[in-house]
């Protein structure tokens, strides 16, 4: 089981330096929206150096698919959690972004939930098989769910509404890859015939491309030292509520250990929300600045 945590934590941090460099090109790069969202990828494919980044994301997904093939996919989640440090750390040294005092605490306390969630580790977690029509209902309540804050405009303006849509993407798509491995372990068939007759398969693909169309059209309208934090606890939070729902894994029998994994649910839920609020209101601001300077006549 340690072996399988330790690649899901070298999975978290190929993952997080491939973001990383990824962001780097937001910039430089078009927006994937409406009709131009094919060529706009096309043209991300064919940047090097965002080609380079999207190689690291590959090969540290690899490395969770082995982990999670073989461990509990709530306890993976929880060390893929420790990729949002080290990218907040580099937003910080590398790209020189800054946060406010208030978003601060929201990430600080993004990782004392990631904390909180290592400790109960401890107590352990079970897991069976996956319930096939559950995880499915989980994906239709959630995209239901992601789509709403783009009825927000400002939510959506700001890079919000595509930075949580990213997070719940990549977190239905970790538990696609659960329901994957499990019916592959379950296959008496080769592997080209099993991987042709694995519904999950394309599910899993499409969920992944979709977040990472998502998290890469947030980085050009927002600060990636908030949008990383903000996707990266969605997309963990799913899987570690949907494996106690779907695949059979529950709270920890010890009390102080349950307490604390449910606390740090709660606490990465608010500190997402208040992520998701301070950059809206850090958005309307810098809005309400260029109206200001437009209506002064200094253009």
Request: hydrophobic share 60%; aromatic share 6%.
């Amino acid at each position: 089981m340690i072996v399988y945590l330790v690649l899901a934590v070298l999975a978290s941090t190929l993952m997080a330096l491939g973001l990383l460099v990824m962001k780097s090109r937001a910039g430089a790069l078009p927006e994937a929206r409406g009709t131009q969202i094919v060529g706009a990828v096309r043209s991300w494919i064919r940047d090097p150096t965002w080609s380079a980044g999207m190689g690291l994301q590959i090969a540290g997904w690899v490395l969770y698919v082995i982990a999670v093939s073989q461990a509990p996919v709530s306890m993976v989640a929880v060390m893929m959690q420790g990729g949002i440090a080290l990218f907040v750390i580099f937003s910080v040294v590398v790209h020189g972004e800054r946060a406010r005092p208030a978003e601060w605490a929201g990430i600080a306390a993004i990782g004392i939930g990631m904390i909180l969630l290592s400790i109960s580790l401890s107590a352990g977690a079970a897991q069976g098989a996956g319930n096939a029509r559950v995880v499915i209902g989980l994906a239709v309540v959630l995209a239901a769910a992601a789509a709403l804050p783009f009825a927000n405009s400002r939510l959506a303006r700001s890079g919000i509404a595509q930075a949580i849509g990213s997070g719940i993407a990549f977190g239905l798509a970790g538990l696609f890859t659960k329901a994957m491995t499990d019916v592959f372990e379950a296959s008496t068939a080769g592997v080209a015939t099993g991987i042709l007759a694995n519904p999950w398969i394309p599910a899993m693909v499409a969920a992944n491309l979709t977040g990472m169309v998502m998290l890469q059209n947030s980085f050009h309208h927002s600060r990636g030292i908030i949008t990383m934090p903000l996707s990266s606890a969605l997309s963990n939070l799913v899987p570690i509520a949907g494996g106690m729902i779907a695949f059979g894994e529950h709270l920890p029998s010890d009390p102080i250990a349950a307490a604390m994994r449910i606390a740090a649910f709660l606490l990465t839920i608010a500190a997402s929300a208040g992520l998701a609020i301070a950059e809206e209101e850090k958005s309307a601001e810098q809005s309400a600045s260029v109206s200001k300077v437009f209506q002064s006549g200094a253009f």
